[in-house]
C-alpha cells in the first residue's frame, strides 16, 4: 500500500482497485473542489486540520486516492457510484466495491465544525469493511 501518497484521479482510482485487489486494503476517495468560494475553504480546512495526526496515522494502512472536481467527461464513468452533492466529499470503498461517504464536519446552527480527530478515527473504521476493522485496530 503506498503508504504516504496519494493516488490521482481516474487512473490513480483504476490503480487503487488494482492494489485493493491485491491487498484487500479498504480504499479512501476524497473528492475536493476550489472553483467554489465556500467549497473551496472547506476542503482547504479538511486537508489542513483533518488530514493530520491521528487520521494522518490511520490512513496509511488505507489507499488513498483523490480526485479534483468537477469531472472530466472521461472520468464520469469511473466515478459513476459515487454520491454527493459538495465537497469535501470522502468515502470508504470495501473489496467488494460498497461504498460509504464520510461526514467530516457537523454542521450546527447551519454553520461548518470539523470533527475531532479521534471522532474522525473511529468514523472511517466504523466505516471500514470487517477486515480493515481487524488489520487497523490489530484484533
Same mark, same amino acid.
Given at each position: 500500500?503506498?503508504?504516504?501518497?496519494?493516488?490521482?484521479?481516474?487512473?490513480?482510482?483504476?490503480?487503487?482497485?488494482?492494489?485493493?485487489?491485491?491487498?484487500?486494503?479498504?480504499?479512501?476517495?476524497?473528492?475536493?473542489?476550489?472553483?467554489?468560494?465556500?467549497?473551496?475553504?472547506?476542503?482547504?480546512?479538511?486537508?489542513?486540520?483533518?488530514?493530520?495526526? #491521528?487520521?494522518?496515522?490511520?490512513?496509511?494502512?488505507?489507499?488513498?486516492? !483523490? /480526485? =479534483?472536481?468537477?469531472? %472530466?467527461?472521461?472520468?464520469?464513468?469511473?466515478?459513476?457510484?459515487?454520491?454527493?452533492?459538495?465537497?469535501?466529499?470522502?468515502?470508504?470503498?470495501?473489496?467488494?466495491?460498497?461504498?460509504?461517504?464520510?461526514?467530516?464536519?457537523?454542521?450546527?446552527?447551519?454553520?461548518?465544525?470539523?470533527?475531532?480527530?479521534? #471522532?474522525?478515527?473511529?468514523?472511517?473504521?466504523?466505516?471500514?469493511?470487517? !477486515? /480493515? =476493522?481487524?488489520?487497523? %485496530?490489530?484484533?
Amino acid at each position: 500500500i503506498p503508504a504516504k501518497r496519494w493516488l490521482d484521479g481516474e487512473r490513480g482510482y483504476e490503480e487503487a482497485l488494482e492494489i485493493q485487489k491485491n491487498t484487500g486494503a479498504d480504499i479512501i476517495v476524497y473528492f475536493f473542489r476550489y472553483d467554489i468560494k465556500n467549497e473551496k475553504g472547506l476542503c482547504r480546512w479538511w486537508e489542513k486540520y483533518g488530514l493530520t495526526g #491521528d487520521v494522518k496515522g490511520l490512513l496509511k494502512d488505507y489507499i488513498k486516492v !483523490e /480526485m =479534483q472536481m468537477p469531472f %472530466r467527461k472521461s472520468e464520469e464513468k469511473a466515478f459513476a457510484d459515487f454520491w454527493f452533492k459538495s465537497c469535501p466529499a470522502v468515502f470508504v470503498v470495501w473489496p467488494n466495491g460498497w461504498k460509504k461517504k464520510i461526514n467530516p464536519f457537523d454542521w450546527p446552527n447551519g454553520e461548518p465544525d470539523l470533527k475531532e480527530q479521534e #471522532d474522525l478515527v473511529n468514523m472511517i473504521i466504523e466505516n471500514s469493511s470487517p !477486515e /480493515m =476493522q481487524e488489520r487497523v %485496530r490489530g484484533d
